[in-house]
């Protein structure tokens, strides 16, 4: 299937007027951020990827008293049954999946600790790429503070790789060498830093050839976007800018049935962008400029 069949299934025409809200709920520091839900919940996960709470793995357990915000876990081992860090050890985890053709670009992990008097007096970050088969670790320990509930100390790792859909991320907190298994541990303000790109460089596929009218081009207020399809097909559009960050999610592959669509895009900031349109397996893309 060429575009020229796609297009015999959708006629996609560009107007430029009306009004429409941008997209802002993307940050290119930060792939997801936790803050202090004690169930785990994310407060904050880019717009590119899927990502799970924290949960607690390998035997570690929910206290019977918790503290009033942050993460809290016990059950860790003590020194005289695991002196030494292992993956197998007890650990709070959170998995992070690019979306579909983009890549996770990690430039480091951050996140508060404390311990109780008898809770775990070491930590260790580590990541896995290929499902939790093999870890990579931080190699050091990290010092959580012994504290009551709230005093933290903050732990970071600066490291760099990446991780292409459908690959996903697993990032752990490792925790042991507790003085006992009642001992707990403490997580707050946890951050993975990085980037999401998205599925290739952005580039104009020539809409000319393919029918495809923009107008006017460049536009001086906001974007409107009319198809019509002719048989049900799953339709993805976004805006991104010149360095190819998504900026706007108009549609993530929502399957729409037969007819003609009316849709009205983000108003956006003057610069140059591009929309790209995937109907089906067919992606076209058009540069635009916004005075």
């Known amino acids: 299937m060429n575009l020229f069949s796609t297009l015999s299934k959708a006629l996609i025409a560009f107007s430029f007027l009306g009004v429409f809200s941008i997209y802002t709920g993307n940050s290119y520091g930060q792939v997801i951020t936790y803050t ?3 169930l785990g919940a994310l407060s904050f996960t880019n717009a590119n990827v899927t990502a799970t709470s924290l949960t607690r793995v390998n035997g570690a357990a929910l206290p019977s008293a918790i503290c009033a915000s942050g993460y809290s876990t016990k059950s860790f081992t003590t020194a005289a049954s695991a ?7 007890h650990a709070v985890e959170v998995t992070v999946t690019p979306n579909s053709g983009h890549t996770l670009n990690v430039t480091g992990f951050v996140a508060d600790l404390r311990r109780s008097n008898t809770g775990p007096t070491n930590a260790r970050y580590a990541y896995s790429t290929n499902g ?3 870890w990579t670790d931080q190699g050091t320990d990290q010092t959580p503070m012994h504290a009551g509930c709230d005093t933290l100390t903050t732990c970071s790792w600066t490291t760099s790789f990446t991780v292409a859909a459908p690959n996903t991320l697993k990032f752990r907190v490792y925790a042991y060498l507790s003085s006992s298994a009642s001992g707990t541990f403490q997580i707050k303000n946890l951050n993975i830093n990085g980037t999401v790109t998205p ?3 952005i580039s104009e596929i ?3 050839v393919n029918n495809i009218v923009v107008f006017p081009n ?4 906001s974007t409107k976007i009319n198809y019509r399809l ?7 559009i976004n805006v991104y800018n010149l360095l190819g960050q998504q900026t706007a999610v108009i549609f993530n592959n929502e399957m729409q049935e037969v007819g003609e669509y009316n849709i009205t895009a983000p108003t956006l900031v003057p610069g140059v962008y591009f929309v790209r349109i995937t109907i089906g397996n067919e992606t076209i893309t058009k540069r635009i400029e916004k005075l």
């Open 83 to 89: 002196p030494t860090f292992s993956d197998t050890l």
């Open 132 to 134: 939790g088969t093999t």
């Open 230 to 236: 002719s048989t049900p097909n799953n339709v993805t």
């Open 218 to 221: 460049p536009i001086n207020n």
């Open 206 to 208: 020539n809409a000319d």
């Open 36 to 38: 202090a839900d004690t």
């Open 199 to 201: 599925p290739t460089s």
